[in-house]
């Protein structure tokens, strides 16, 4: 089944601990990104990638890192987490340009950071 | 750059009656356009996309919309509302060379028996 997967789903930390959370997506994509969802704001982009080794800044990457070594994978890491992080993360992938091809997203991780 | 209005952050109707959500965009560049539904603890799905053909385009479960530059308008339509189609809904556009897609801040469509 083709699909993007994130892990973990619901993850509660506190300020300061480092966290990864991880996208994979089953159907060869070029294009991933990664959104945040906050009540009031809708989603907002934070890191996306064009390829594998291509990254680039969103509108809200403070706070936030990502890799992309691998085509089908997608890590987001938090490496010093504080609460104003607290929200709901989409992953998200698309055949090639995600700005013309349909997005395929993922679950979603909701994150709590005390 | 872009930035993507959602007229209405709640819209109620009533099961039967005329959906329609509000979508304006700016862009200085003919834009791609979308809608995406957002079910109760689930990721977004694509509804239906416009990019450059049709100005009339239809997507699933019976919404269609209609891409209007005069109006820099992208509003979303549905004949009759049904119980189902209770969710949250998000038109997100791009243009130009960058690889960015924006999102507005959604419309939660309540659907009343």
């Known amino acids: 089944e083709a699909q993007v997967t994130q892990n973990p789903r619901y993850l509660i930390t506190v300020t300061g601990k480092k966290l990864t959370v991880t996208c994979s997506q089953n159907m060869n994509h070029e294009y991933m990104s990664w959104y945040r969802q906050d009540p009031g704001l809708g989603l907002r982009q934070i890191y996306y990638s064009m390829n594998v080794e291509v990254t680039d800044k969103g509108d809200v990457p403070e706070g936030y890192k990502v890799s992309r070594k691998e085509k089908r994978n997608f890590p987001l890491i938090l490496e010093s987490p504080s609460p104003n992080q607290t929200s709901l993360y989409f992953c998200?992938?698309?055949?090639?340009?995600?700005?013309?091809?349909?997005?395929?997203f993922g679950p979603g991780t909701r994150l709590t950071v005390l | 750059a872009q930035s993507v209005t959602q007229l209405g952050s709640h819209v109620s109707v009533s099961e039967g009656a005329l959906v329609l959500l509000r979508c304006n965009y700016s862009s200085s560049v003919p834009p791609y356009l979308f809608w995406y539904v957002q079910y109760p603890n689930q990721g977004l799905q694509l509804l239906l996309k416009?990019?450059?053909?049709?100005?009339l385009v239809k997507g699933i479960n019976g919404f269609e919309a209609e891409f209007k530059k005069s109006e820099t308008s992208f509003h979303l339509t549905k004949p009759s509302a049904h119980m189902s189609d209770a969710a949250e809904y998000f038109c997100?556009?791009?243009?130009?060379?960058?690889?960015?897609?924006?999102f507005g801040k959604g419309t939660l469509l309540t659907v009343n028996p």
């Open positions: 998200a992938s698309s055949l090639q340009r995600g700005t013309t091809d349909t997005q395929y």
């Open positions: 997100a556009a791009s243009g130009g060379s960058n690889y960015k897609l924006t």
């Open positions: 416009y990019t450059s053909a049709a100005t």
